[in-house]
């Protein structure tokens, strides 16, 4: 199921946004490390995919997988050990009975671009590369802020944060659809606070920077799709559910159309899991 409007936080149908110029953006709410049953994965048909990430993100996840295939875990436990809200995520998300999690790469992502990829259908990479001068000083003013010796202090009384954090979330949990285990919506909450945490280390004009690039890199993206599939062009944008609601927001209040043109897909040969 999907809809074209903004919907609850943690709402599990899929957000349709519809492009001015012709052909739709889908929103796929995922959760970090969750391996979603078959109930919860897109039904809709598309043609091309958009990652809210660089290029080199490929190559992160086949060495996770050549690393899970040498020592299955090793990725999970090194996360485990590297601290911050992702440890705490991950330490909590993993005790949940009945929810798959803990799994590197990060299994929806990397499902949908490797059906991309073994259907020859175009892949599009949002996150700008070093190259681009605007995307690289965005970055120096991120390190900035998440340096600042208040937020380095703050991360002295985390524990505490994602305690309160999650007891201001459980009321936006939302059921998972018949059929799938309740502790999902469980895992949306763990999610949440995680993803509330990560942006708190950095200030809001930062992110809405962020989120405005990538709205005109999607359109572009759409833009780029549009040429081969008209106004029937569908681009889907499988990402993290608790950001997905910004990106929608951001889609609708960005006019500007960035030009992007798809990475070359050659097929692995791999089946989808």
């Not at 059921?175 to 990560?198: D, E, F, H, I, R």
């Amino acid at each position: 199921m999907k809809v074209a409007k903004l919907q609850p936080l943690l709402a599990w149908e899929d957000l349709e946004w519809s492009d001015p110029d012709g052909g739709r953006i889908i929103l796929h709410g995922t959760l970090p490390t969750v391996i979603f049953p078959l109930k919860m994965r897109p039904r809709e048909e598309w043609e091309g995919i958009a990652l809210l990430e660089a290029p080199d993100v490929v190559e992160l996840w086949e060495q996770e997988e050549i690393d899970e295939a040498e020592s299955p875990g090793v990725n999970l436990n090194h996360s485990l050990l590297s601290g911050g809200a992702l440890a705490i995520y991950l330490d909590d998300v993993t005790e949940l009975e009945g929810v798959v999690s803990g799994r590197f790469p990060d299994p929806e992502p990397r499902r949908l671009h490797r059906n991309a990829v073994r259907h020859e259908r175009p892949v599009y990479f949002i996150e700008p590369t070093a190259e681009d001068d605007e995307w690289l000083e965005h970055l120096s003013n991120e390190a900035k802020v998440v340096s600042h010796w208040r937020k380095l202090l703050g991360m002295i009384s985390l524990g505490g944060k994602w305690r309160k954090r999650m007891k201001q979330n459980i009321s936006k949990a939302r059921n998972p659809p018949k059929g799938v285990t309740k502790n999902m919506g469980s895992a949306s909450v763990l999610a949440l606070t995680w993803w509330q945490l990560s942006e708190w280390l950095i200030n809001e004009s930062i992110s809405s920077y962020r989120d405005n690039r990538f709205a005109k890199r999607l359109r572009g993206a759409l833009a780029d799709l549009r040429k081969k599939h008209g106004d029937d062009a569908t681009l889907i944008l499988p990402m993290h559910l608790p950001w997905r609601n910004a990106i929608f927001s951001a889609l609708n209040e960005q006019h500007d159309v960035e030009e992007i043109t798809s990475s070359p897909t050659v097929s692995d040969g791999t089946e989808e899991e």
